[in-house]
T-cell receptor, first 117, second 114 residues
Framework: GAVVSQHPSRVICKSGTSVKIECRSLDFQATTMFWYRQFPKKSLMLMATSNEGSKATYEQGVEKDKFLINHASLTLSTLTVTSAHPEDSSFYIC?????????????FGPGTRLTVL | AQSVTQLDSHVSVSEGTPVLLRCNYSSSYSPSLFWYVQHPNKGLQLLLKYTSAATLVKGINGFEAEFKKSETSFHLTKPSAHMSDAAEYFCVVGRPTGANNLFFGTGTRLTVIP
């Protein structure tokens, strides 16, 4: 079946560095992908909608210059956390709409745990 | 506006006993409702969905949920818990059509005791 992958699964970086997270749709194309952030013992919060070939749409309160999103192809979206700081440490999850499903039926990636020292 | 409340952050059951994970929602629209399961280091997997068809929804792995509009509830049940059911469960409410507007509950961690 359709699967969404993320890479890396875990990353540790120093404060001030940038980190790129990849989200790939396997076996299907996704013109739209979504990026979520999950805090410990909290629900997933939508950060932004990634649109292939155009600018991402960010949710209110999410800094677009901090969280750069690129959707360069129909199977790949990237999230770059720029100048990361400890408060950016979190679990980042991407998703893609299920082909043929309702707009809000999604396949989710396994997530990327970011730790900023 | 939409929101979802999972009433229990942690549920513990013995293997072979029934599972009940509670979820209440609030929606200005006729909602679509989902239950997702998240195993450690795995992506969220769809268990079942309600999209204004039958109010009793059957999902994978023996799970089912009943949409009760009068109670604004969508509780997840399973007659007999298996060890492999131990995971985090999320109740999610969304709009039936249109852009991604998924609202996640805070999750319920299910522990299954052998």
């Amino acid at each position: 079946g359709a699967v969404v992958s993320q890479h890396p699964s875990r990353v540790i970086c120093k404060s001030g560095t940038s980190v790129k997270i990849e989200c790939r749709s396997l076996d299907f194309q996704a013109t739209t992908m979504f990026w979520y952030r999950q805090f410990p013992k909290k629900s997933l919060m939508l950060m932004a909608t990634s649109n292939e070939g155009s600018k991402a749409t960010y949710e209110q309160g999410v800094e677009k210059d901090k969280f750069l999103i690129n959707h360069a192809s129909l199977t790949l979206s990237t999230l770059t956390v720029t100048s990361a700081h400890p408060e950016d440490s979190s679990f980042y999850i991407c998703s893609a709409p299920q082909p043929g499903g309702y707009a809000n039926e999604q396949f989710f990636g396994p997530g990327t745990r970011l730790t900023v020292l | 506006a939409q929101s979802v409340t999972q009433l229990d952050s942690h549920v513990s059951v013995s293997e072979g006993t029934p599972v009940l994970l509670r979820c209440n929602y609030s929606s200005s629209y006729s909602p679509s409702l989902f239950w997702y399961v998240q195993h450690p280091n795995k992506g969220l997997q769809l268990l079942l969905k309600y999209t204004s068809a039958a109010t009793l929804v059957k999902g994978i792995n023996g799970f089912e949920a009943e949409f009760k509009k009068s109670e604004t509830s969508f509780h997840l049940t399973k007659p007999s818990a298996h060890m492999s059911d131990a995971a985090e469960y999320f109740c999610v409410v969304g709009r039936p059509t249109g852009a991604n507007n998924l609202f996640f509950g805070t999750g319920t961690r299910l522990t299954v005791i052998p």
